[in-house]
């Protein structure tokens, strides 16, 4: 069975950091895109960022340019999301997403959610203000 776990969400004040993981189990998604999406109360869930299997092409939704990074470890099958000067509208529930394509580096297919198969539960993420 696919599961893919998120963690490191929760309160914190603006301006600080959180670093979420997604660990993923059931197979290796060392070959396939992954993403990271949020959604917001009253809000449809919106694109946040994506790798490349190998990591070497990353893309950001313009929000968080600059302050997000997204990264991976391909030996430990998960995801990085790095947050830093958090803004009280970045509260969210953050979900962690894997594409089901072998090796696709279509930036913008991967800013959209039909093409990633597989997805977490999500964690909460809040900041205060």
């Known amino acids: 069975q696919v599961q893919l776990v998120e963690s490191g969400g929760g309160l914190v004040q603006a301006g600080g950091s959180l670093r979420l993981s997604c660990a993923a189990s059931?197979?290796?998604?060392?070959?396939?895109?992954m993403g990271w999406f949020r959604q917001a109360p009253g809000r449809e869930r919106e694109f946040v960022a994506a790798?490349?299997?190998?990591?070497?092409?990353?893309v950001y939704t313009d929000s968080v340019k600059g302050r997000f990074t997204i990264s991976r470890d391909n030996a430990k099958n998960t995801v990085y999301l790095q947050m830093n000067s958090l803004k009280p509208e970045d509260t969210a529930v953050y979900y962690c997403?894997?594409?089901?394509?072998?090796?696709?580096?279509?930036?913008?297919?991967?800013?959209?959610?039909?093409?990633?198969?597989?997805w977490g539960q999500g964690t909460q993420v809040t900041i205060s203000s």
């Open positions: 790798i490349t299997w190998s990591g070497g092409t990353t």
């Open positions: 059931g197979r290796t998604f060392s070959n396939n895109a």
């Open positions: 997403a894997a594409d089901g394509d072998w090796r696709r580096t279509n930036g913008i297919q991967l800013r959209t959610a039909f093409v990633y198969n597989y």
